[in-house]
């Protein structure tokens, strides 16, 4: 593509990429061999190389700014880094599901957590403590072939943008921002809090405390009551009625593990209202962007109010003591949660060379252990909207405070905060705007009103 570029026509031609490369990844997620071997097979920019391509890139930034210029811009960065990072994305899913070849056919039959995929996924099911622990011990096992993919895709993607003349491959998701210092201001500022709370769960638990002990404790499963027999749309629907008076599609939800799930669930449902919202006549890269922290905003929010005292009392009819208590449980997942966020962060920041050591200290002082040694470089795996996810999460309290304020406590169930939400999806997806001043402090104190 030359130097004139019709932005209209490019913007089509991006919502078709972007939906090949979204088929391709879901293809990749699936545990079967053959859709892996699928996407492997699948070619997302056959007859649109131009919309994943560097002279379209540099293109782009002759034309004068403006919204659909600067969301193509980031577009087209993230297509050009999913085509060149189409082998090693399929090499990924393959070292996930891999069947350790150490074990014997009695093994493999006996279904000792042959892959890493497996055990990781065990961490999160196990019955009991003890067994969570092995699981993440044998996690650490097979973790060595899923680190090697990560840290080369992490490579790939870091000189791909470094090519576009990028400071980092986060750079368009977080301009003018320091994502490093406010993840680590939030990772501070939350510690005090964070380590009262594990103090507490240690005491309560039975034998050795491991990571695997604090991740069980983020899923809250000790949030139990009320809940419906099963997690789908409709009952995101029903409990949050007021706000969207149509029904929209929310996609997949998680599996329920926990009361944690349903935090996971009203997030996604949350970050989709936003999405629905834009009007048909806002062009696809406007409307839907690589980095949503408008609709990660969206889905903070709604997270907050199904955790919140109001929300259980009034939607899952449970009386105040238990709501009172089932609150504290998620919202202990939710500190933890936006921890990990600030975590995930700063190790995709590290440098190689120290990278073993920044992953003992950050991950200690998350869980409140380290993880396997074996795990750098495997855990966490490399997310493009970690940074938007980061950002939206650090102004979502002040967010929420704006709704409480103007709408009270059960913002969630007045159709006058709904129309409120309805205006402001009608916005661009992406938020250039820092976050506000001392929004790591303004985080931390909301946690400790909620949970000191």
């Known amino acids: 593509m030359g130097a004139a570029i019709d932005p209209t026509a490019l913007d089509r031609d991006v919502r078709a990429a972007a939906a090949r490369v979204e088929k391709?990844?879901?293809w990749l997620r699936?545990?079967?061999?053959?859709?892996r071997a699928k996407a492997r097979d699948f070619d997302p920019?056959?007859?649109l190389r131009h919309t994943a391509g560097q002279s379209t890139y540099r293109a782009l930034l002759e034309l004068e700014p403006n919204a659909l210029r600067?969301?193509?811009l980031r577009w087209v960065h993230e297509l050009l880094q999913a085509r060149i990072d189409h082998e090693l994305s399929v090499d990924e899913a393959e070292a996930i599901h891999a069947i350790d070849p150490r074990l014997t056919e009695r093994q493999k039959a006996a279904a000792e957590l042959p892959t890493f995929a497996d055990a990781t996924r065990a961490i999160l099911t196990a019955k009991t403590a003890s067994l969570a622990a092995l699981?993440?011990?044998r996690a650490g096992d097979l973790a060595a072939p899923v680190a090697a993919v990560r840290r080369e895709r992490h490579a790939r993607r870091a000189e791909a943008a470094r090519r576009l003349g990028l400071a980092d491959a986060d750079a368009l998701a977080a301009p003018d921002i320091d994502l490093r210092a406010l993840s680590r201001a939030l990772l501070d500022a939350t510690e005090p809090l964070s380590a009262e709370i594990l103090r507490r769960a240690r005491r309560e638990h039975e034998g050795p405390w491991t990571a695997s002990s604090a991740i069980q404790l983020a899923l809250a499963k000790g949030a139990r009551d009320g809940w419906p027999a099963h997690l789908n749309a409709r009952w995101l629907d029903d409990a949050f009625r007021a706000l969207a008076p149509r029904a929209f599609d929310p996609g997949p939800l998680p599996a329920p593990i926990g009361g944690a799930t349903f935090l996971r669930a009203a997030s996604q449902w949350g970050a989709a209202l936003r999405s629905a919202g834009a009007p048909r006549s806002t062009p696809f890269a406007v409307a839907r962007d690589p980095y949503p922290v408008a609709a990660y905003r969206f889905g903070h929010a709604i997270a907050t109010a199904l955790a919140s005292p109001p929300f259980q009392r009034?939607?899952?009819?449970?009386p105040s003591r238990l709501a009172l208590a089932q609150s504290r449980h998620l919202r202990t997942s939710m500190l933890l949660h936006a921890r990990t966020l600030a975590v995930r962060v700063l190790l995709a920041s590290a440098a190689p060379a120290d990278a073993r050591v920044v992953f003992e200290e950050l991950t200690s002082r998350l869980f409140g252990a380290p993880l396997p040694a074996s795990l750098e470089g495997a855990w966490p795996a490399a997310r493009v909207v970690d940074a938007a996810r980061i950002r939206a999460l650090l102004d979502?309290?002040?967010?929420?405070h704006q709704l409480v304020d103007r709408f009270d406590e059960d913002w969630f169930a007045n159709p006058k905060?709904?129309?409120?939400?309805a205006s402001l999806a009608c916005g661009p997806a992406f938020d250039a705007d820092p976050p506000a001043e001392g929004a790591p402090a303004n985080v931390a104190r909301a946690f400790e009103e909620a949970l000191g």
């Not at 979502?396 to 929420?400: D, L, M, T």
């Not at 905060?417 to 939400?421: D, E, P, V």
């Open 24 to 26: 391709r990844d879901a």
């Open 30 to 35: 699936a545990p079967l061999e053959e859709t």
């Open 396 to 400: 979502a309290h002040a967010f929420v």
């Open 70 to 72: 600067d969301a193509l």
């Open 314 to 318: 009034r939607v899952l009819g449970l």
């Open 45 to 47: 920019f056959d007859g």
């Open 417 to 421: 905060a709904g129309a409120h939400l």
């Open 135 to 137: 699981a993440l011990e």
